[in-house]
Every structure is written in structure tokens, then in C-alpha cells.
């Protein structure tokens, strides 16, 4: 996976890789650009590692900011805990934007279940279906997000392999509040309208991956994510009037695998 810091779009598990689910295992790193923060229109450069280590069917997989572990030894269903180190929003170069309440870094836990679908006849080729919920666990937005993916790879002629994924994310109403809403103090320094907000769905990702390999142990990629922001997210003053709802990533990386 290639996540950037600050880049709240793409802090769930369900971003993309860029190392296919078919190494089992690597060890990596992307670089390129995300939003400033969730909704921005600017963007900032940043890397984080990635990697995986196997034992069958089981896993550990650490994906930037994001850390997860298949419990299950079976062909088919994937469960097991996880965890993610969400960024928070300060120091920001909009001044408006600044001006609002600040939110600091937070971790938050959680479980995920996938189902993933091998071809027999090639490893290259599957498809899997995930579902993930992560809480809030030191108390800076007190919330959840539950999110959920489809993800496909498969290879294009004899070096390449290119994987797509679609995504969507439901956020609670503490986690929407804290991210998206404005209250009195916060219009009173920053002269944006108050906005109230329920819970409710956040986004929808599409990415594309496309990788190839070196050599058996060498492997470089390049991604880019779209996320369109929905609904009361999307309204905000924060995106409609400062930012975007349009937020990409971009990214390449390479990983070693043994």
C-alpha cells in the first residue's frame, strides 16, 4: 500500500498496494503526494514502508500507516485484528483552515474479514471482497469508520500485473464532527459558517496499480487513488469552500520480496 502523511482519505486499510496480494512475502516503500489534509486542494510530498510476512495462509501486513493480521488459516476467509495511526489536521498552510480547531494524531483499532478468491491455475488472478471497523482509542474523535472494499488483480501479458479497486467509507457522528464540522468558536476564528453533521458516508476510492517485476526478489509499482468526498462530507465549508472534493494520491514504490 502506498498511504501519504495527512492524507485522511486514504488512512483506512482499503487504499492501495503496491505489491501484490500474490508475494507473500516483502518488504517496501512508495513515495509521492497526497492532500494536505482530508479535503485540501494542496498537496504534500511523503513516503511510508510497507511489507508482509506469511505463514500459509496467515499473515501480519504493515501498510504505511496502517498494521493488520489475518488470524485464519484457510483458503478462502480472511479475519483477524488491525490497527491505524490516523493523522490529524495542524499546522496546516491554509491560514483559514489553520484557524479551526486543531486535531492531533490518533490510533485507532479495530477488526477486519475479507474473503479472497484465487485462480487455481494462477496466483496472479484474484479477487477479494473486505469489510474493516476501527474505533477511536485515545479519545480525539472519539468515533469509528467502517469501511468497505473490492479489489481484483490480474496480470497484463507475461511482466506486468495491474490491480483496481473500488471503496467506500461510513464514519460515525463524532469521527464526521471532528473532521468536517465547524462549531461557534471555530467560525468565530475562522469566519467559516457553522456546519452540524450527522453520521453517514464519507467517500467512494477508486484506484488503479499497476506492477511489474525485476527479478524473482524485485518489484516496482506505480498507483493512483481517487476518492470523490459525498454527502455532508463533501458539503462542509472545509471542502466546498476552502478545498476539494475531488482528493487524489499518487505514488510509486518498490518492494524486495524473498
Do not use: C
Amino acid at each position: 500500500m502506498f498511504a501519504m502523511p495527512q492524507a485522511a482519505v486514504a488512512q483506512d486499510s482499503l487504499s492501495f498496494p503496491l505489491a501484490s496480494d500474490s508475494i507473500p512475502n516483502y518488504i517496501g516503500i512508495g513515495i509521492g503526494a497526497a492532500p494536505d489534509y482530508v479535503g485540501a486542494d494542496e498537496y504534500i510530498p511523503g513516503g511510508l514502508p510497507f511489507g508482509r510476512k506469511s505463514w500459509g495462509h496467515r499473515y501480519i501486513a504493515l501498510e504505511g500507516n496502517y498494521l493488520g493480521a489475518n488470524l485464519l488459516d484457510h483458503p478462502i476467509l480472511r479475519l483477524g485484528p488491525s490497527g491505524l495511526y490516523r493523522f490529524g489536521r495542524e499546522d496546516l498552510d491554509d491560514e483559514v483552515i489553520d484557524q479551526l480547531s486543531s486535531i492531533s494524531d490518533t490510533i485507532e483499532l479495530g477488526v477486519f474479514a475479507a474473503a479472497e478468491f484465487v485462480d487455481p491455475k494462477d496466483i496472479k488472478k484474484r479477487l477479494r471482497f473486505s469489510v474493516e471497523v476501527l474505533q477511536d482509542v485515545l479519545g480525539e474523535h472519539e468515533g469509528f469508520v467502517a469501511s468497505g472494499a473490492v479489489r481484483a488483480w490480474h496480470p497484463l501479458g507475461q511482466y506486468f500485473e495491474m490491480g483496481v479497486g473500488v471503496a467506500t467509507s461510513y464514519g460515525s457522528i463524532d469521527y464526521m464532527s471532528t473532521f468536517f464540522g465547524i462549531d461557534a468558536a471555530d467560525t468565530t476564528s475562522s469566519g467559516l459558517p457553522a456546519f452540524d453533521l450527522e453520521d453517514g458516508f464519507r467517500d467512494m476510492r477508486f484506484t488503479t496499480v499497476l506492477m511489474t517485476s525485476l527479478s524473482p526478489q524485485w518489484h516496482i509499482g506505480a498507483g493512483l487513488l481517487y476518492a470523490r468526498l459525498i454527502d455532508d462530507a463533501a458539503d462542509s465549508p472545509i471542502v466546498d469552500e476552502r478545498g476539494s472534493a475531488d482528493q487524489f494520491i499518487f505514488g510509486a514504490g518498490f518492494a524486495y520480496s524473498w
